[in-house]
């Protein structure tokens, strides 16, 4: 299973960007999906997941209420719509995949994305 997100981009605070995860593989749509991120200096964090069907979420209490993940099957993609940002949020963000997804650890994901950069300025 091979990932690309994009969407990411430079943007003020309070403002709002959608990321998106594609794939190629015909399995992604059996996996749940994760969304984590990595700031300068700082370890990879979990952000948000969804289940391979899309009924179900979970996040990071640093975003809950502002960004929300969903994801198009059909078009073997996951998105993550990022509102009211924040200059903490700024960082790369990666998605990841695997049969032993919807968990917030990373070693949970087998696969993972090359990483999209969110800068959040002032």
Known sequence: VQL????????????????????????????????FRQAPGKER??????????DTTYYADSVRGRFTISRDNAKNTVYLQMNSLELEDTAVYYCASGPGGFSVPTWSYDYWGQGTLVTVSS
């Open 45 to 54: 964090e979990f952000v948000a997941t969804i289940t391979s069907n899309g």
């Open 4 to 35: 690309q997100a994009s969407g990411g981009g430079s943007v003020q605070a309070g403002g709002s960007l959608r990321l998106s995860c594609a794939s190629s593989g015909r399995a992604f749509s059996s996996y749940p999906v994760g969304w």
